[in-house]
């Protein structure tokens, strides 16, 4: 049996690794963009890559999470430490604390790199560099793909684990097949940069703290996401927008923390496509930053002025990315999320004394897409027979260890169908 794999991210190659356990399956994974040797930047061991075009950030074997600290929920417990809620609750903020393992951007590639000389040795047949243009189907079940050369490649499952880069294609797939679907929210907002010592106090009882808040004026959802102490601010280069992220090295630390402050946006009607909402204001301030990022001092919000670099440099706090344009956010991004970020940033400050400082950096735009939620079953199975969807880009997980098992699930689901069982860890024939 023949299974096509479409993208190299942790749920495409999760997906393949479970099926490669069989020892007998013919298994096919496509990728966009390069191998994950030909994806390293020279300029990521001092900690100062910016991830542009030519570092692959959002596609190659890996996915976009190679890059991104390496931080793996090991757990989907949720814990809490008495103080820190304490604290939290009387802010009027929920605190969310996860077990947390890890790994460094440097150390998340040697993983990654294992990984594929592991898919290597199991027979798995790897193409880097390689777009799909369509999926094949006799309109109730799937069939294979057609690449962007038009060579059809037949399959007897398809596994669709687009990631990010894959999300608008797989999005304009989903209507062309009539796979069923449905509009996610997506997460808005900026990266924001302190000195280290203010979050340590945090961070040394939970790495990666995650704080809920519901906004005042507007009651929206508001989250802090990917605390990364010790670690540099990035840029993250899309088609049409450059988005900001974080990222900690393992051994080599900056003097500052950073962390994202996104707001949540669901529409309903008439418009639903809260993705492309999210993709036209990120445009629009890359477009006001002269296709840069925005940076601009807190405190220069707040009094309602664009910042400049002679104030940044008189600040407290020294920017770990410099590829950035001062200016003034409010000019940039709409009313209502320049309301939210201050109010949750204020609110913050009840917990994390210090982030409410006029010498707090703010990085616009960050963004979170989760592209269309696909309606799959248990299995990751979609209501089109064979064809499956899984990971963040098929908008159904939103880290990467749960996007691994969504592969994990994925593959069983068609070893099952194969007549394999599992005793107790390898897939046997039944």
């Not at 929920?73 to 609750?89: M, Q, R, S, W």
């Not at 399959?155 to 687009?162: H, I, L, Q, T």
């Not at 010592?197 to 945090?202: A, G, R, S």
Request: net charge positive; glycine share 10%.
């Amino acid at each position: 049996m023949k299974v096509t794999i479409i993208g190299a991210g942790p749920a495409g190659i999760f997906t393949a690794f479970e099926l490669g356990k069989s020892g007998d399956m013919d298994i096919l994974l496509i990728e966009q963009g390069p191998d994950i040797d030909n994806r390293h930047c020279p300029m990521m061991r001092l900690g100062r890559c910016t991830y542009c075009k030519i570092c692959h950030v959002t596609h190659g074997f890996g996915g976009a999470g190679v890059f991104s600290d390496g931080k793996l929920d090991i757990t989907p417990y949720v814990g809490g430490n008495l103080e820190l809620k304490k604290k939290a609750a009387a802010a009027g903020i929920d605190f969310l604390e996860f077990p947390v393992r890890h790994l460094g951007t440097e150390n998340s590639v040697r993983v990654i790199t294992n990984l594929k000389r592991t898919l290597k040795r199991m027979g798995v047949k790897i193409m880097f560099n390689t777009k799909v243009k369509g999926i094949k189907t006799d309109g109730e079940t799937a069939k294979g793909v057609v690449l962007e050369n038009n060579k059809e490649i037949d399959s007897d499952y398809v596994v669709v684990a687009p990631g990010r880069s894959g999300a608008k294609w797989f999005s304009q797939e989903i209507k062309r097949l009539g796979v069923e679907a449905e509009h996610n929210p997506v997460d808005l907002g900026l990266r924001v940069e302190v000195p280290k010592v203010v979050l340590e106090p945090v961070t040394e009882i939970v790495w990666d703290p995650k704080f809920h808040i519901m906004t005042k004026t507007y009651d929206d959802f508001v989250r802090t996401f990917c605390v990364n102490h010790g670690g540099y601010v990035i840029n993250e280069v899309y088609e049409d927008f450059v988005s900001v992220n974080g990222h900690t090295m393992k051994d080599n630390k900056s003097e500052n923390s950073n962390f994202a402050l996104l707001v949540r946006v669901k529409l309903t009607e008439p418009v639903q496509d809260a993705a492309e909402y999210g993709r036209a204001i990120a445009r629009s301030v890359t477009n006001i930053g002269g296709g840069k990022p925005i940076i601009q001092r807190l405190g220069d919000l707040l009094n309602g002025r664009r910042s400049t670099w002679s104030r940044i440099r008189r600040s407290y706090v020294r920017p770990t990315l410099r590829d950035v344009t001062p200016g003034d956010i409010a000019m940039a991004m709409p009313y209502r999320f320049v309301t939210d970020i201050v109010e949750s940033i204020e609110r913050l400050d009840y917990v994390i004394p210090g982030v409410a400082a006029d010498s707090t950096l703010l990085y616009a735009i960050e963004i979170k897409e989760y592209s269309m939620r696909v309606k799959v079953n248990q299995g990751m199975e979609t209501n089109i027979k064979n064809l499956y969807a899984v990971g963040d880009g098929a908008g159904i997980s939103r880290n990467i260890v749960i996007a691994a098992s969504t592969g994990i699930l994925a593959a069983r689901s068609i070893l099952e169908k194969e007549g394999y069982v599992w005793e107790p860890n390898l897939p046997k024939r039944n």
